[in-house]
């Protein structure tokens, strides 16, 4: 398989930017654990939290240093707004094995998103899915909602970016030759998008700084798109600071796709 443009970034060093964590606890009553080949000897975990298989379903990446488990308290509020929840984790994180990298963090989110399509589709599952991406989990989905839009009915992106400078310069890359490349790559990618989005982040992301919503939002000019902002939140409490406008916001969003 050749190479993709994002392996710059982890000849650069991007393996830093990671913070795996083994994980093993069991599935709570109602969901259960999945393991999905994305390459030889190489599996990535999920678990899938089933409310109702005649109810919207959303494959969620996570973000970085979290692990699916990480979202059995946080599952019953997807089931409250009518939702089935389907975590994927990256390599390495939580039940998954092999070595974390960038390059395998937007790459792998191909043969996940088939096997969640073929799951669904075998199980009987309602066709109505969206993709969510919080944080690093941002990059796998923005590239499933540029690549493989055409079974799903939205994009959500929680405390995510769209832009990649910040990341180059982070690693020492001037935004020159193929940096620069990677950049446009990546920037022309999410402008192609036309799945509806909704953009979710804190006023004050201490991680992610609002600047980056914002930028975001201006390059999905070309679709339907609307950015929710929690007052006085940051980066890891803004579900808990507003929980009602996160989980509303979502709730709509997914009602007005709802045909």
Known sequence: MAESPYALLDRAGAASIFFPRSDQRPPPAGARDLSIEVDAGIDVAARFYVQDAANPTVLYFHGNGEVAADHDDIAPFYHAIGLNLFVAEFRGYGRSNGQPSYEALVED?????????????????????????????????????????????????ESGAGLIGRMLQRLGLDLTG????????????????????????????ELVPIRAAIELDELLAETERELVVIPDAGHNDLLWRGQAQYFGAIAKFVEGGAG
Do not use: N, T
Request: charged share 25%; glycine share 6%; no cysteine.
């Open 178 to 205: 193929e940096a620069a490349a990677l950049a446009e790559h990546h920037e022309s990618k999410i402008r192609a998008i036309r799945l509806p989005a909704l953009l979710i982040h804190g006023e004050r992301d």
């Open 109 to 157: 989110a191909h043969p996940v998103v088939d096997f969640f399509h073929a799951m669904l589709d075998q199980e009987g599952f309602d066709a109505r899915r969206y993709i969510m991406g919080r944080s690093l989990g941002s990059q796998p989905a923005l590239e499933v909602a540029s690549q493989s839009a055409e079974r799903f009915q939205g994009l959500i992106i």
